[in-house]
């Protein structure tokens, strides 16, 4: 089945700063999406995004479908960031099942 | 806040018992997806609910099953349970099955001592 990783496993960033989340997959798929989980569990769709870049305030996200990639951008990062950033894909293979990437967890400092 | 609500919100069951989960989806929203997440690893897809059918299961037994109601609220059931069911069980809607956005409630975390 399609694997998918996710680089770093773990950041530790200073308030204000910058950092890049990684998704690789190894086959096609037909979608992905990136979850923020929240210490609390909860999990937030932070992008639906199969293909091209999107931006929403300080996040921004990239996906190269024919490269089998996507990166997640976070700037003038926050506490409230903090938390296990997740990409979840559906495989082009017609099936209807989710999978999730192996998270990256961030933590912010003040 | 999704709309997704799941109960109860915390559970403590020892081996062998069986447990029922339960997730109202969002207003609208006729497809469910349950899913399973030990602690420090990603969800696990454990099945899919289109219109009270099940549509797509993961790698798990069958003693892992589940209803969708006409109302689109959905249950999770586990029998005979085991210690590594432990778990924090989410649950997440979307507007149809081809509709791809998924919106997901707080989850049950499972205790099986």
Redesign the interface.
Known sequence: GIQVEQSPPDLILQEGANSTLRCNFSDSV??L?W?HQNP??????LF?I?SGTKQNGRLSATTVATERYSLLYISSSQTTDSGVY?C?L?PASG?????????TRLKVLA | E?GVTQSPTHLIKTRGQQVTLRCSSQSGHNTV?W?Q?ALG?????IF?YYREEE????NFPPRFSGLQFPNYSSELNVNALELDDSA?Y?C?SSLS?RS?????G??T?LSVL
């Open positions: 037909n979608n999406q979850f609390w569990g909860q999990l937030i769709n639906y199969p997740f979840d559906r099936t209807y099942k989710y999978i999730f990437g192996t998270g | 999704t997806s899913y997440q690893q990603g969800p696990q897809f899919q549509n797509g299961r993961g924090l989410l997440a099955i791809e956005k998924l919106f997901f707080s989850g975390q």
